[in-house]
Structure formats: structure tokens, C-alpha cells
């Protein structure tokens, strides 16, 4: 099996997929979340890992636009727990550094760190991909945000550890894919769905009232106005529910009040 992931080696994606499938995993490196997601719509890869929230920095919120636009499904979710460290080029004292690069998630999780040390920031597309390129070019001016297993894969000196602003620093990636396996599906307890509204007096309410009648937990809810009809928005949901005919029947029941609606993926939820 062959998976996507957003990044190269060393990355917080390859963490993932070395997590849940082995070290040896057969991964497919693309350096955008558009890329990713189209290698697995054309069945260049049979899944995908992407990051789709995290408890500092809130939703990614176009990677759902991606999944809904490609009409990919959601089969599996996966939380780790993310430690920024600053990596340098054996040798280099932070005095030496000028600059630091990473992905702009990174620079955001790491914020008050930043502030302290006054060095010039500069974004990449993704945080192993800055380490790989210092290790190279052997940069003895520049630091990279990126992970301890990323310092190992490409020989770099852990400088600072754990830099993210707060400590518990955890990040929830979904697995895509083009299928759902229907086995899978009648042991899942969580589903995510998408589902529009008009601007209505109390149209959310109903939503929200049907939800918990089917004694549903709502465990996430993120609104995006949709651009080409003013006044409407998209409204991306996870549920946890007791059981899939609770789910299904709460399902139905949402059609009723939704202009819209668009199940994304049923799964096993990975909080316990």
C-alpha cells in the first residue's frame, strides 16, 4: 500500500503514517495538501494522511474545502502529540543563527518562543523539507522548527527542545481515501459531515436540537461562509454517536432542515 502524505521524511505527516502502517511504510512525498489529496483521487496512492486541526492554532480549515471539492472520504483519524524543536547544523550556537524556517503552522504553535530570540522568520511548505536542506547545504546561519525524528533522519543538533508555546501541542490528521470499506463502517462511532444553511432565525438551533435528541455528541463544529451565495453558510460537524442507526436516522432527520447536506466519512473515533 502506498500512502500520501503532506511533507517528506522527517515530517509530522511521516510520523503519522510511520505510526500507523510501520516504520517501513511505502509513503508518496508531495509538498502541498492539494497535491497530496489529488495523488489519492487519482489512485496514485491508496490513502492519504492530512492535518486537519490543532489544539493551538484551531482548524486548517481549507484542507476541508480540498476533501469536499475532490469528494475524497474521511476512513480514519489519528492524534499525536506535537513538539517543536529548533534544529541547526552541528556546531551552531544559537547566536550564529539568522534565520529560522518552517512551516507557517510551526511558527504559530511556537509564537511566544519566537518573540524571545528576534530572528528572522521565513515560511516554507514544510518543516523536514527546511531540515533536509541544512543538513545539505550544511547552513550554519539558519534554524529549522521541526521535529526530533526529523533531526535524526538528517543529522542535525537539537538546540532548543519542545519550543511550542504551550506543552500539550496536539494535532488531529484524517486519513483519506477514494473508497469506504463497508466492513470499517459498521464498527464506526464518529462520522463527519458538512451541512449548509441559510441565514435564518433559528435554523442552527434546529440543527443542533435534532443532533441531540439522537443523544449525538457534537465534538466539533466550524462555520465557512460560502462565497458565491451571500448569507449561507457551510457548516463542517464531527459526531460521536451510541450507535451507527442513531447516526443514520439523526442523518435523515438533518436533511429535512438543511438546504444541503454531504457526509464526508463514518469511522472509528480514536479518542478513547
Known amino acids: 500500500m502506498l500512502v500520501s502524505i503532506q511533507g517528506i521524511k522527517g515530517s509530522y505527516h511521516h510520523d ?15 509538498l502541498s495538501f492539494d497535491k497530496m489529496a489529488e495523488s489519492v483521487f487519482e489512485s496514485k496512492a491508496q490513502i492519504g494522511i492530512m492535518a486537519i486541526e490543532n489544539s493551538i492554532a484551531g482548524s486548517i480549515i481549507p484542507n476541508y474545502a480540498i476533501i469536499d471539492k475532490l469528494n475524497l472520504k474521511i476512513v480514519g483519524e489519528y492524534y499525536i502529540n506535537i513538539n517543536h524543536n529548533l534544529l541547526v547544523y552541528k556546531g551552531v550556537k544559537i547566536s550564529d543563527v539568522e534565520k529560522i524556517s518552517s512551516h507557517p503552522m510551526a511558527f504559530l504553535q511556537c509564537k511566544d518562543y519566537l518573540k524571545q530570540i528576534d530572528k528572522i522568520l521565513i515560511e516554507d511548505v514544510d518543516t523536514a523539507q527546511v531540515a533536509k536542506l541544512i543538513s545539505e547545504q550544511k547552513l550554519k546561519n539558519h534554524a529549522a522548527i521541526a521535529s526530533e525524528n526529523a533531526a535524526k533522519i538528517y543529522g542535525l543538533k537539537i538546540l532548543e527542545k519542545n519550543i511550542q508555546s504551550v506543552n500539550y501541542n496536539q494535532t488531529r490528521f484524517v486519513i483519506i481515501s477514494k473508497k ?8 464506526a462511532n464518529k462520522a463527519s459531515i458538512k451541512f449548509v444553511l441559510s441565514h435564518r432565525n433559528g435554523s442552527l438551533a434546529k440543527v443542533l436540537n435534532i443532533i441531540a435528541d439522537y443523544d449525538i455528541n457534537l465534538t466539533k463544529i466550524q462555520s465557512i461562509p460560502i462565497v458565491e451565495s451571500p448569507w449561507k453558510y457551510s457548516f463542517f460537524v464531527d459526531l460521536t454517536f451510541p450507535s451507527l442507526k442513531n447516526y443514520k436516522n439523526c442523518f435523515n432527520d438533518l436533511m429535512s432542515v438543511s438546504d444541503d447536506i454531504k457526509e464526508f466519512g463514518v469511522y472509528n473515533n480514536f479518542k478513547k
Open 16 to 30: 503519522v503514517a510511520c505510526a500507523l502502517y510501520g516504520e517501513d511504510v511505502n509513503i508518496l512525498e508531495c
Open 180 to 187: 469506504v470499506d463497508q466492513k470499517t463502517k459498521q464498527l
